[in-house]
T-cell receptor, first 114, second 115 residues
Framework: DVKVTQSSRYLVKRTGEKVFLECVQD?????MFWYRQDPGLGLRLIYF???????EKGDIPEGYSVSREKKERFSLILESASTNQTSMYLC?????????????FGSGTRLTVV | AQKITQTQPGMFVQEKEAVTLDCTYD???????LFWYKQPSSGEMIFLIY??????QNATEGRYSLNFQKARKSANLVISASQLGDSAMYFC????????????FGAGTTVTVRA
């Protein structure tokens, strides 16, 4: 019954590596989001997409890019991983239009950059 | 400026007692939505309750209720009859406007329920 799937639960990468975090949803949602979660800072929006091939920057897009080639898949790319990108990454999706539950979240990917 | 402020980093509550988690928000929109999510140690975010800015009644969902004070821009979560399974991090979030689907989140409050 998993609806938003993040490809990895835990990931360890080296500084300078290109890192791909994958997210797939099976609810035919138009909107998809990538957040990072850090202690004391809560969740901060990195990028979001409201349609295939469409993307918009969130509050902290520096050092990240995204790709949405298909409606169900939204990838977060760390072009050159750095230690300050060690964090929990949460993917979420929502249908078009206002709803009263917000998002459906994935289980998160805990990324460590060494 | 922070759109969502949660001032309590951590709280302890005795089993079967009620606990109130504070949340204040900042927006100039007349139309907005407020959400609470629970994040257990397993990491998944679980939707708990929603309050729309035009809703006249405070939202309730089982043991969860939202104390909505619009003039004070406050949306506190009340958990009644706390259970051990309520131990988790709790996030307050806001959606602004009718067409903006992004949510802004607070820093979160960790609740630990003691037996």
């Amino acid at each position: 019954d998993v609806k938003v799937t993040q490809s990895s639960r835990y990931l360890v990468k080296r500084t300078g590596e290109k890192v791909f975090l994958e997210c797939v949803q099976d609810m035919d949602h138009e909107n998809m989001f990538w957040y990072r979660q850090d202690p004391g800072l809560g969740l901060r929006l990195i990028y979001f997409s409201y349609d295939v091939k469409m993307k918009e920057k969130g509050d902290i897009p520096e050092g990240y890019s995204v790709s949405r080639e298909k409606k169900e898949r939204f990838s977060l790319i760390l072009e050159s991983a750095s230690t300050n990108q060690t964090s929990m990454y949460l993917c979420a999706s929502s249908p078009a239009g206002v709803n009263n539950y917000g998002y459906t979240f994935g289980s998160g990917t805990r990324l460590t950059v060494v | 400026a922070q759109k969502i402020t949660q001032t309590q980093p951590g709280m302890f509550v005795q089993e079967k007692e009620a606990v109130t988690l504070d949340c204040t928000y900042d927006t100039s929109d007349q139309s907005y939505g407020l959400f609470w999510y629970k994040q257990p140690s397993s990491g998944e975010m679980i939707f708990l309750i929603y309050q729309g800015s035009y809703d006249e009644q405070n939202a309730t969902e089982g043991r969860y209720s939202l104390n909505f004070q619009k003039a004070r821009k406050s949306a506190n979560l009340v958990i009644s009859a706390s259970q051990l399974g309520d131990s988790a991090m709790y996030f307050c979030a806001m959606r602004e406007g009718r067409r903006d689907y992004k949510l802004s989140f607070g820093a979160g409050t960790t609740v630990t329920v003691r037996a």
